[in-house]
């Protein structure tokens, strides 16, 4: 293919294109690995890991249960709270009167956990005042948010606050916010 008007380089790049294609998919192809399935009543090879495979209870589409132990991922507080049981706008400063909404989010499964959060006035000092607790009993099978609320009935004092969260007794995680005018 002979044209004129093309330039020496630009015909040796239309003649390396493919070579270059080739490089390029090359590696991709060599990384994929290709699991095969064991045909039914034969044996694993030897070091091979068992096929994960869903259990019999779950319906179609629905996703498999978690077996990984449970933690605390994620601790927002804000104003409000969305059907999906997460805190649709995130603040750390309150009015008096409002209501202080904080989601936990965990992932993992548990089949009875013990989720408390424990609410605290902090002075200047940086010495806590016990203002409230609740605890939850859950048992989530995936990704899960619980939900709880702190409000007193004549108003938040104004001043700075903190929120532990506990899962089966063990803090792992805190927040702070405060509560002004």
Do not use: N
Not at 18 to 31: E, G, R
Not at 131 to 147: C, F, H, Q, R, Y
Not at 149 to 154: I, L, W
């Amino acid at each position: 293919m002979y044209d004129p008007f093309m330039t020496d380089l630009a015909r040796r790049a239309l003649r390396l294109s493919p070579l270059a294609l080739l490089i390029a998919v090359l590696p991709l192809a060599a990384c994929h690995k290709s699991e095969e399935t064991p045909a039914a009543g034969t044996p694993p090879a030897a070091g091979a890991a068992p096929a994960a495979t869903a259990p019999a209870s779950a319906p179609a589409g629905a996703p498999a249960a978690s077996t990984a132990p449970l933690k605390v991922v994620a601790l927002t507080i804000g104003k409000s709270v969305g059907a999906d049981q997460k805190v649709t706008t995130e603040a750390d400063t309150f009015a008096p009167g409002d209501t202080v909404y904080a989601a936990v989010g965990t992932t993992g499964a548990s089949p009875a956990a013990k989720l408390t959060v424990r609410w605290a006035s902090v002075s200047r000092s940086g010495a806590e005042k016990p203002a409230g607790d609740e605890t939850k009993s859950i048992a989530p099978t995936g990704d899960a948010a619980t939900v709880f609320q702190f409000a007193k009935p004549g108003g938040l004092a104004t001043g700075d606050y903190k929120i532990e969260v506990l899962l089966d007794g063990q803090s792992v995680a805190t927040k702070a916010f405060r509560v002004a005018r």
